[in-house]
């Protein structure tokens, strides 16, 4: 958590103010990047009231059972207020542009990022929302592949018995039944050589429709800002739903990654509108 511009607190300070060792103040950090410290011009770390008190969050998640990767986190991540990757996406980012997409183009277009993100992405953090358990089936296969060589692969789904969390495959996320998560569709590949994602949520009053007939509000986009949030955003939710999955899978924190390009912004805007005509025409 990056230290406000009113730090002023030694690591002295912090250790006496939470009751933390200053040896294991350094070692969070070291791991952890938490408390992430602001430096003098000596090097000398500097710390702030908001440090303090995320400190003793993690202390507080740690004495409730978490793991302290998991307590580390959750102190570092806000709390997703809606609970949905895609109203917390757009809450963000207000000039995604919604499209209005059938389930079909939706498939397309997931495939077309797994099969990116399998061929090019670099140690990725991977994130797959597919509402029913049933439907990951038929994608379950590319995701073990997906999952061997990344960070992490987490699928959301309505799992009645999920596996065990453990590096390489898939870390199942059961998704409660009054989660927004259970009409929302995620594909989120965010690595620093391919970020892109692709959020959406079904209409609504299409449940008596098979699901193949049914349409999305979605949007998408492979500026690395974006990306980061969508997975950050679900990662928090992953925290929340299925908190035991770091014990199994340590994740190293990630830095801020450069914003999209002007060049960027055009070419997805004319993306926007070839997809639109795809769609219209099937």
């Known amino acids: 958590m990056a230290a406000t511009s009113r730090a ?23 791991r952890y990047g938490f408390p992430e410290p602001s430096r003098q011009p000596g090097g000398h770390r500097r710390y702030s009231e908001t ?37 917390e996406l757009r809450r963000l980012h207000p000039l995604l542009r919604p499209q209005v997409l059938s389930r079909r183009t939706l498939v397309s277009m997931s495939h077309a990022i797994e099969d990116e993100c399998a061929a090019r992405a ?37 799992f009645a018995a999920p596996a065990a969390p453990r590096r390489g495959v898939p870390v199942e996320v059961p998704i409660p039944p009054d989660s927004p998560l259970n009409r929302e569709w995620l594909v989120v590949c965010d690595a620093a050589d391919l970020p892109a994602c692709l959020v959406a949520v079904e209409r609504p009053g299409q449940r008596a429709e098979p699901p193949r007939q049914r349409t999305f509000e979605a949007v998408w986009s492979v500026d690395p800002q974006v990306v980061r949030d969508a997975s950050r955003i679900a990662i928090a939710l992953a925290d929340e739903l299925r908190p035991a ?9 990630q830095a801020d990654p450069p914003g999209a390009s002007e060049d960027l912004y055009r070419a997805t805007l004319l993306f926007d509108r070839m997809v639109a005509y795809i769609d219209s025409a099937d």
């Open 8 to 30: 002023s607190l030694t690591i002295g300070d912090l250790a006496h103010r939470t009751g933390v060792p200053i040896s294991t103040l350094r070692s969070w950090e070291k």
């Open 51 to 87: 440090d303090v008190d995320a400190v003793l969050d993690v202390l507080a998640r740690r004495r409730g059972g978490l793991s302290l990767a998991a307590a580390v986190h959750r102190a570092e991540v806000p709390q997703v207020r809606t609970g949905s990757v895609f109203a």
């Open 122 to 158: 670099a140690d990725p953090v991977l994130v797959g929302g597919f509402q029913r358990e049933r439907f990951l089936q038929a994608s379950y296969e590319r995701w073990r592949e997906l999952a061997r060589t990344a960070q992490v692969a987490i699928v959301f789904a309505d």
């Open 245 to 253: 999955w770091r014990d199994a899978i340590h994740l190293p924190p």
